[in-house]
């Protein structure tokens, strides 16, 4: 089976602009969650989604939001970008039924300027 | 507020030696404890898992040892290798099918030839 996806890797983007990252979960999977790991934090929970609705929301402020299509691929926007904002951006996908194990993608570097 | 302590940020051992991980939580509600372990560039990978109704998990040369009361578990890894160098991550969630992982800060393992 194919691992998670996430495009794209690597991110460029400057102060005030938008973002849009993606993750296709493993086939079969229908929970995605996204989490944002920076050297000063860590790993921080942002979101999850199930079955396109989403679940539960990490203490990150609304500039952060996602959602699920109906395939459980899933996208997460950040608006009006901030120089805080640059982390790697992990999704992690799992069964959803119970099932704890949660298998991470790659992630995208997202850098602002 | 931490609610996972992990320590310590960094370790380093020699080929063969037993390195330790420690990670406390706070909320008793938790009661799914992952280990996770993370190469540069790539996402955390599941390593070992487990369960406050068991004191102690053994998968290959990793062990996971549990103490509820104290509210503690631990990573040991056995016979350690060079290629075990990674930054490894304890994390813990709620409730079945609670996909909100709240990780520890991390530790950096160089395990020298």
């Known amino acids: 089976k194919a691992g998670v996806t996430q495009t794209p890797r690597y991110l460029i983007k400057t102060r005030g602009q938008q973002v849009t990252l993606s993750c296709s979960p493993i086939s079969g999977h229908r929970s995605v969650s996204w989490y944002q790991q920076t050297p000063g934090q860590g790993l921080q929970f942002l979101f999850e989604y199930f079955s396109e609705t989403q679940r539960n929301k990490g203490n990150f402020p609304g500039r952060f939001s996602g959602r699920q299509f109906s395939n459980s691929r899933s996208e997460m926007n950040v608006s009006t970008l901030e120089l805080g904002d640059s982390a790697l951006y992990l999704c992690?996908?799992?069964?959803?039924?119970?099932?704890?194990?949660?298998?991470f993608g790659p992630g995208t570097r997202l850098t602002v300027l | 507020q931490q609610q996972v302590k992990q320590s310590p940020q960094s370790l380093i051992v020699q080929k063969g030696g037993i390195p330790i991980i420690n990670c406390a939580y706070e909320n008793t509600a938790f009661d799914y404890f992952p280990w996770y372990q993370q190469f540069p560039g790539k996402g955390p990978a599941l390593l070992i898992a487990?369960?406050?109704?068991?004191s102690e998990k053994k998968e290959g040369r990793f062990t996971i040892s549990f103490n509820k009361s104290a509210k503690q578990f631990s990573l040991h890894i056995m016979d350690s290798q060079p290629g075990d160098s990674a930054t490894y991550f304890c994390a813990a969630s709620k409730g079945a099918g609670s996909y909100q992982l709240t990780f520890g800060k991390g530790t950096k393992l160089s395990v020298i030839p």
């Open positions: 992690a996908s799992s069964l959803g039924y119970n099932a704890d194990t949660q298998y």
């Open positions: 487990i369960r406050p109704d068991v």
